[in-house]
């Protein structure tokens, strides 16, 4: 029960983000809108951002668990793309916020993982020595939440899935990756 309690109160948060700012959810808002009391709230969660930062990483741990085949680092960029595409404005109301760093960490902690398992696999990273691979992730870490933060910056406006796929076909018709 504690675990379906702890669903609805973070599905509940993430309904009321696609709505409206999280500057402007209160803690009211969320326990009438999904029937529970404010100690079942606090329970749960010390506050709104601690929700905001268990159901990113609830969903960071979604991606980090699953059995996923990316051939590049741009097909990294497509999957968080799509990802973050999925709640546009639930998204772009927390990096508007004043927690926007709780974002910027999911990004980075997801970015890293994605990288990390391109790397490991039988890619022509896994030929290079070690400490060369560490300073390619973290090149491509920073690039791609680099993109990613500048997609949010211009309101997630243009077409990053795209943007990402073509990106990645340059880079493979020049032997750049």
Known sequence: MAGFTKEIIIQT??????????????VKDIVERCGVNRNTFYYH????PDVMYFALKREADRV???QMEIGSFMEGLV????RLGENKKAILHIYRSADKEIMAKYLRDLAEYIIT?????????????????????????????????DWMDQGMKYDLVEYARRLNAILKE???W
């Open 79 to 82: 999957l968080l793309a799509e």
């Open 64 to 66: 980090m668990s699953s």
């Open 45 to 48: 969660f010390r506050d709104i």
């Open 117 to 149: 398992q391109y790397a490991g696999k039988d890619s022509d990273l896994a030929q290079i020595p070690e400490n060369d691979k560490k300073l390619l992730i973290h090149y491509e870490k920073c690039v791609i939440v680099g993109m990613l933060l």
């Open 174 to 176: 020049h032997g750049m």
């Open 13 to 26: 948060l993430l309904e009321l983000l696609n709505e409206k700012p999280l500057a402007k959810i209160t």
